[in-house]
């Protein structure tokens, strides 16, 4: 039971491996695969289960709110574009996040905007489909749609095609971060924008901290499979200092708050795994830099008012992070 309620450990914070005692040299792979078997067996009603937790948590809808705020900065952005912008969303699911940006913008700016779509869960663009096709776009014409990971992107469009790439609450499907924010920043052309907008805190970077949320949770998880985690992760048991940061502080909290109420809704018919790639959003914005995009310059500023945007009040569980590719 407690392997399908965590996943593998390998789906924690590349940075955080060491803490988990997971050393293999094969690590990346192992870690997308691990992934990969999630994605295979996604449902689009599983939206539904996370907005119900998020909202009992007393985060409204997460999801719903990420997707607003990085639409209000993407209609800002495209703004700045003259002729077609094509606008890549990355871990596209549903398409509410290309809804989003669509609502964001003038019916008349329609005609402007390509989008492409990509995400590994084939049933999940199904329903992004018929949701774009209702709203009378044409596939062709309107929009694309890619069955694949954001790691295939230069299979999908063509080096610096892009004037808007986007990510929201996928990036932190990775353990690993240089292969998504290489190959989204490849795929920008100059002077354009990316953005991811995402869940991020710190909670999976300690198994001491796992093995808290597992006693609060409202589960009957075998004693003998919590004295197996503990023997996989000798860490476990180690004292650990609290947090310093308070936004961070409240982050994890609220994250905790989530995974109990999901616990409570789902009972045994557990979908999700908790451990991903969850990170302090300091994170995203190190790695932006470390491929060559700006995060500091002035049309960043004009787009967000800090970066990371922290949309949540004294918490920095759901950010947004901007950059451009100078």
Not at 73 to 87: N, T, Y
Request: with cysteine; hydrophobic share 40%; glycine share 6%.
């Amino acid at each position: 039971m407690l392997d399908s309620v965590l996943g593998s450990a390998y789906r924690v914070p590349s940075c955080a491996h060491a803490t988990w005692s997971l050393n293999d040299r094969d690590a990346i792979r192992l870690s997308e695969e691990a992934y990969r078997a999630e994605w295979d067996d996604l449902r689009g009603d599983q939206h539904a289960l996370i907005a119900r937790a998020s909202e009992l948590a007393g985060l409204a809808d997460a999801n719903r709110l990420l997707n607003e705020e990085n639409a209000r900065v993407i209609a800002s952005a495209f703004r700045s574009f003259d002729g077609m912008i094509r606008i890549l969303d990355v871990g596209a699911g549903t398409g509410d996040t290309t809804l989003s940006i669509l609502e964001s913008l003038d019916k008349s700016e329609w005609a402007r905007a390509f989008f492409t779509l990509v995400d590994p869960a084939e049933r999940l663009l199904e329903d992004a489909d018929r949701k774009l096709r209702e709203r009378g776009l044409r596939e062709g014409e309107h929009f694309a749609l890619h069955v694949a990971s954001d790691l295939d992107i230069p299979t999908i469009v063509a080096q610096e095609s892009q004037n808007i790439v986007t990510a929201v609450a996928s990036i932190h499907h990775h353990a690993f971060l240089e292969g998504p924010f290489e190959r989204c920043a490849w795929a920008v052309m100059q002077g354009g924008i990316f953005t991811t907008a995402d869940w991020h805190h710190g909670l999976w970077e300690h198994p001491n901290r796992v093995l808290g949320l597992l006693r609060e949770l409202r589960l009957r998880v075998p004693e003998e499979e919590m004295e197996g985690f503990v023997r996989s992760h000798p860490r476990a048991p180690e004292a650990i200092a609290d947090v310093k940061d308070p936004r961070e502080k409240r982050a994890r909290e609220q994250i905790a708050n989530f995974w109990i109420e999901y616990s409570e809704l789902v009972g045994d018919e557990w979908r999700l795994q908790i451990l991903e790639g969850h990170r302090p959003a300091t994170r995203y914005i190190e790695r932006m830099e470390s491929v060559g995009m700006d995060t500091r310059g002035t049309p960043i500023g004009e787009l967000i008012a800090a970066n990371p945007y922290a949309i949540l009040p004294e918490s920095s569980l759901l950010c947004i992070c901007v950059a451009q590719k100078t």
